[in-house]
């Protein structure tokens, strides 16, 4: 009596699969096997390269972008470094009178007095508002006093106050 041996294992099992098959049958199976892992390995693979190169490509460009504006700010930043800063006078009385003469509002100061060593409080008793705004601003920028307090009263002529400044450093 013939016996039947059973394979015990998959790999057996796919062994003895194979040997039933034609030699033609193997080799269109190897053919289609082969054709099967190219286009795992093509999706697998090299997609995901090609998906990355574009999406580095596009981050490289906006990475110089960034690069280039971050070179003109560095720019930016040494040529101000290169200007020196005025320096201001030591008193601050000296840099008030010479900011007022040089706008033509010296003689509109009515009052100017000393607070302490950095403060000044100068009372204008009728000053155009522009020229106010004029005037602070120049000290800002040219003499370093900065408006502190700033009371103004509309006075009858239109466009004019009186102004009550404390200026410092």
């Known amino acids: 009596m013939a016996t039947v041996h059973a394979p015990a294992s998959r790999r057996e099992n796919l062994a003895h699969w194979w040997q039933l098959r034609s030699p033609e049958e193997r080799r269109g199976l190897a053919v289609l096997g082969g054709i099967v892992a190219l286009g795992v390995l093509w999706l697998a693979v090299w997609q995901p390269v090609v998906r990355d190169v574009d999406r580095l490509r596009q981050r490289i460009a906006g990475d110089r972008a960034e690069l280039a504006e971050a070179r003109r700010d560095s720019d930016a930043i040494a040529a101000l470094a290169r200007v020196a800063p005025v ?3 030591a008193d601050p009385r000296t840099a008030l009178d ?9 003689s509109a100061a009515t009052q100017i007095e000393r607070v302490d060593n950095d403060r000044l409080r100068v009372t204008f008793d009728a ?3 522009d020229a106010l705004a004029a005037a602070l601003d120049g000290l800002q920028r040219e003499a370093h006093l ?4 700033v009371v103004a009263t509309a006075r009858a002529d239109a466009g004019r106050v009186r102004a009550d400044v404390t200026l410092g450093r």
């Open 87 to 89: 320096a201001p006078a």
């Open 98 to 106: 010479a900011v007022l003469s040089a706008r033509g509002l010296a």
């Open 127 to 129: 000053i155009d508002f």
């Open 146 to 149: 900065r408006a502190i307090e």
